[in-house]
């Protein structure tokens, strides 16, 4: 018994992680439509700055915590302004802007190992005086019941800006159709650029939060990416709620998969529903 | 003078693994990022046939080959199904898989360990031990499979492929069976990739999952892109300058660690700076 709330327990956390993934990854690929592969690396971004604000200079937690995402934030608009902007006014293809994004991915990746080096790092002072919860015998640490909570937050307020204010409206209007949204007077190229500076802020934040939880690696954002895709395809790509609900079964499914063979097997498990989804249900849970 | 043989050992090995992916990606237009998972079964193959019952490399090459092909027809007929980037990433998906399968199936791979004392190849008593001889070897496989892939190219064949990259439609409608078309070429191409594959192993006498990775097949997206799509030239040319060109680099005097890096980081530049400014690549014929 135990062992099964642990393991809910387990995948609760991940698919609050995974959440934050697929939303950040859900916004640009909406609004943007293509898979930015380049959006992966600015989770480290996120992770490093706070190793290198709170960790090595000694800042505060929270401050450090909101540079980072900024940090990762600025990147991802500053990218999407010199690289992808480019391509797009040249109506360059989508495989043209995913081998780009490919290489964002590695030239920022090979960066931050140059910076840091490539060790794993913890981001946590003090790992031993963690406070847990026992949940009906599972136990959930500190730093997890804030992930968590950070997930939801960010979900509800992405959803209600999203549907329900001017600037929601005029994203979702570039993400239909970009020329007609020009005509009626939005701005797109902000508007695009703006996405980007959110969405690569959530996945910031994504990445500070598996530096809290397990660590940090410079090339830790391809798998992260990656399972924010998932997720976001598993529920239905371009649905807020649906990329939220995604995470959640995909952390159960890798979780159940992991206890029942072991969890060296958890992403070959990730693909593998992504390809029986692709293969099924190419629209996702709540996909239209 | 080792070293420089070492090298030409490299680009052959990558020049032919240059040819193969090129024939899907430049002749067939379908963006494949998983090659390093048939270049993988190709070593694995060859590798296990001749440590465990001793065969003759030459007997090992051709079991090499059959896994890939085998395996490459398993998950191009499921592949056959998807389309533009969710191809790209079906594939992403796939090279998670068997790498994982590499990495865990212990029993028969050894997992991280590797599979070490793979034997060089030898024929009518003739052992190619030495390196020069095993260059001669690979540049002979390597003029092989580029006789293979010009032939294919400038078959019939080659040119329903470059009328079903252009437009797939169009060429549907004159009665063509795409799917059998992009099937065909997929497990040709993975054959190709299985040579390679068997002669990394034999040439380094060693082999773990690692050289296996999705980062590879990433590389090797690299090569045909930097070298042209679509061209076979192109295809060794890519090869030959992603080789060189960080060895290159080693002499600048950086530390190891950040060489690699460095490394890495000129590879994603060099993929963006072609998307923006030349698309085709050094000399391809073909505008993704």
Redesign the interface.
């Known amino acids: 018994m135990d062992i099964v709330v642990q393991i809910l327990l387990n995948a609760v956390i991940a698919g609050a992680i995974y959440s934050l993934l697929a939303l950040g990854f859900n916004l640009i690929y909406s609004t943007a439509r293509?898979?930015d592969l380049g959006y992966g690396a600015l989770t480290a971004v996120g992770g490093y700055s706070v190793f290198f604000l709170y960790k090595i200079l000694g800042l505060p937690l929270i401050p450090s915590i909101i540079f980072g995402m900024i940090m990762a934030g600025i990147l991802g608009w500053g990218v999407s302004e010199l690289?992808y902007r480019?391509?797009r006014a040249r109506k360059?293809?989508?495989?043209?802007?995913?081998?780009?994004a490919?290489?964002?991915?590695?030239?920022?990746?090979?960066?931050i190992?140059?910076l840091f080096?490539?060790q794993f790092q913890t981001l946590s002072r003090y790992v031993a005086e963690q406070q847990t919860y026992t949940i009906l015998g599972g136990v959930i640490t500190q730093t997890q019941v804030l992930i968590l909570a950070a997930g939801l937050i960010i979900m509800v307020l992405l959803g209600v800006v999203l549907k329900y204010t001017r600037v929601g409206k005029a994203v979702r209007a570039v993400a239909d159709d970009e020329e007609v949204a020009t005509i009626v007077g939005i701005n797109a190229q902000r508007i695009m650029g703006g996405v980007f500076f959110v969405g690569s802020m959530i996945g910031g934040l994504a990445g500070i939060s598996v530096g809290f939880d397990t660590g940090i690696q410079p090339t830790m954002g391809?798998a992260l990416l990656?399972k924010g895709?998932i997720a976001a395809?598993i529920g239905g790509i371009g649905n807020v709620w649906g990329g939220v609900i995604g995470a959640f079964v995909l952390a159960l499914v890798e979780n159940l998969g992991a206890w029942q063979f072991?969890g060296?097997?958890k992403?070959?498990i990730a693909?593998?529903v992504?390809?029986l989804f692709?293969?099924f249900r190419?629209k996702g849970i709540l996909g239209k | 003078m080792e070293y420089l043989i070492h090298i030409a050992i490299l680009v052959c090995i990558y020049g032919i693994l240059g040819l193969s992916l090129n024939l899907v990606i430049g002749e067939a237009g379908l963006l494949n990022v998983t090659q390093a998972a048939f270049y993988g079964m190709g070593a694995y193959g060859a590798a296990l046939l001749i440590t465990n019952y001793d065969i003759n490399f030459f007997l090992a090459l051709l079991g090499g080959i059959i896994i890939s092909a085998f395996g490459s027809l398993l998950i191009g007929l499921v592949l056959s199904r998807f389309r533009g980037d969710f191809y790209a990433l079906g594939s992403f998906g796939f090279n998670v898989i068997v790498w994982s399968i590499m990495l865990n199936w212990q029993d028969v791979t050894h997992g991280p360990l590797g599979i070490p004392g793979i034997a060089r190849p030898a024929l009518f008593g003739f052992t190619f031990s030495e390196n020069l001889t095993f260059l001669i070897l690979a540049a002979v496989f390597l003029a092989l499979v580029y006789g293979i892939s010009t032939f294919i190219t400038k078959s019939s064949f080659g040119r329903v492929l470059k009328a079903l990259r252009e437009d797939e439609e169009a060429i549907s409608v004159f009665g063509y069976a795409t799917s059998y078309y992009k099937l065909v070429t997929f497990v040709i191409s993975a054959s190709l990739a299985a040579i390679a594959g068997a002669l990394f192993a034999s040439y380094i006498t060693f082999i773990d999952p690692s050289s296996f990775s999705l980062n590879e097949s990433i590389f090797l997206l690299s090569i045909v892109i930097l070298g042209g799509l679509g061209s076979s030239r192109g295809a060794v040319m890519g090869a030959l300058f992603l080789i060189v060109l960080p060895e290159a680099l080693r002499f600048v005097g950086f530390p190891p660690d950040v060489a690699a890096q460095m490394r890495q980081m000129v590879y994603g530049l060099i993929l963006i700076l072609l998307m923006l400014y030349r698309p085709q690549g050094l000399m391809g014929t073909f505008r993704m």
Request: charged share 5%; glycine share 4%.
């Open positions: 293509f898979f690289v480019p391509l360059a293809s989508n495989t043209v802007l995913l081998v780009a490919l290489g964002v991915l590695t030239v920022i990746q090979a960066g190992a140059i080096t490539s391809l990656l895709v395809i072991s060296e097997w992403d070959a693909f593998l992504l390809i692709l293969l190419p």
